[in-house]
């Protein structure tokens, strides 16, 4: 079984940077970020593939950037901007290549943007 543990969120004000982490029990293909504000649907909004493809969500692309360290099973999201509406629980997810769907969740780091 895989586990992923995020950390690094917290409470910044609007304009300001976060940076979150999830390392990954295991070497896998895909890892990404979802964010899910409260009363609302969870929401992709980065990914980065082994040979460090990434992908974004029209919302993160720029201000928010994906990383990894694959000798540390790590993902990083850089958040910059950062504005009330990322309020949220951000959740680091992660597949096999041969997956399409994300078979693997954390359990989620809070991060709060005050105005």
């Known amino acids: 079984q895989v586990r992923l543990v995020e950390s690094g969120g917290g409470s910044v004000q609007a304009g300001g940077s976060l940076r979150v982490s999830c390392v990954s029990s295991?070497?896998?293909?895909?890892m990404a970020w979802f964010r899910q504000a409260p009363g609302k649907d969870r929401e992709f909004v980065a990914r980065?593939?082994?040979?460090?493809?990434?992908t974004y969500a029209d919302s993160a692309k720029a201000r928010f950037t994906i990383s990894r360290d694959n000798a540390k099973n790590t993902v990083y999201l850089q958040m910059n901007s950062l504005q009330p509406d990322d309020t949220g629980m951000y959740y680091c997810?992660?597949?096999?290549?041969?997956?399409?769907?994300?078979?693997?969740w954390g359990q989620g780091t809070q991060v709060t943007v005050s105005a």
């Open positions: 295991r070497y896998l293909y895909d």
């Open positions: 997810a992660a597949r096999s290549s041969d997956q399409l769907e994300w078979q693997y």
């Open positions: 980065a593939s082994i040979i460090r493809t990434t």
